[in-house]
């Protein structure tokens, strides 16, 4: 079955700090690999994306993140936090297209200044 | 880039009555838009799979009828809550992924039933 799993609900990280996301992956096909941050009341912005190639993938406002096929994950990192990072981060596996979108649960970045 | 643009942000209705929600491909043609709701604290959940020019295609347990979907254009699909009660008061988002790309999402509509 197709899934994606964010093993954390929440994290706290000190401004300046390093972090990285976590998030593994169950996609019987080559996955399509995302990561979307989602700011209070708003909707879903596209930090990055991993269709092939190049396994470390960078992403916008400093994101980046690493497909590991034999560990099915996609781990989104970010070497120093802002305070302006603070919110809900959504990773997803599927087809491209998004009629086969899978979404995990989220994980919910708070910073301390 | 891609930008999917939602409308309204946010809409208050009073029980009973029906919301329209529009989501357009500002710089690209979609045959295939995407709608989800989103629950506070909950990751979104897909309701339906708008289709140009055809019936929308709906996930299970979602009722066709209250969620009303038309798809008219390459660049248009609107959502419709129809006699709207409060428990369907909830996030509701569409995305579209241009050819061969990423989805990308609208901005979101709140909706508030009363």
């Known amino acids: 079955a197709q899934s994606v799993t964010q093993p954390d609900i929440h994290i706290t990280v000190s401004e300046g700090a390093s972090l990285e996301l976590r998030c593994n992956y169950s996609y019987g096909a080559t996955p399509y690999l995302f990561w979307y941050v989602q700011s209070p009341g708003q909707g879903l912005q596209l930090l990055l994306k991993y269709f092939s190639g190049d396994t470390l993938v960078q992403g916008i406002k400093g994101f980046e993140a690493e497909f590991?096929?034999?560990?099915?994950s996609f781990n989104l990192r970010k070497p120093s936090v802002h305070w302006s990072d603070a919110a809900e981060y959504f990773c997803a596996v599927g087809a491209s297209t998004g009629?086969?979108?899978?979404?995990g649960t989220g994980t919910s970045l708070t910073v301390i200044p | 880039g891609a930008v999917v643009s939602q409308h309204?942000?946010?809409v208050i209705c009073k029980s009973g009555t029906s919301v329209k929600i529009e989501c357009r491909s500002l710089d690209f043609q979609a045959t295939t838009m995407f709608w989800y709701r989103q629950f506070p604290k909950q990751s979104l959940m897909l309701m339906a799979t708008s289709n140009e020019g055809s019936k929308a295609t709906y996930e299970q347990g979602v009722e066709k009828d209250k969620f009303l979907i038309n798809h008219a254009s390459?660049?248009?699909s609107t959502l419709t809550v129809?006699?709207?009660?409060p428990e369907d008061s909830s996030f509701y988002i569409c995305s579209a992924a241009p050819q061969g790309g990423a989805?990308?999402?609208?901005?979101?509509?709140?909706?508030?039933v009363t």
């Open chain 2, 8 to 10: 309204p942000s946010w």
């Open chain 2, 103 to 112: 989805l990308h999402f609208g901005n979101g509509t709140r909706l508030t």
């Open chain 1, 68 to 72: 590991k096929r034999s560990q099915s």
């Open chain 2, 74 to 76: 390459l660049t248009l």
């Open chain 1, 99 to 103: 009629n086969q979108f899978y979404f």
């Open chain 2, 82 to 85: 129809t006699s709207a009660h």
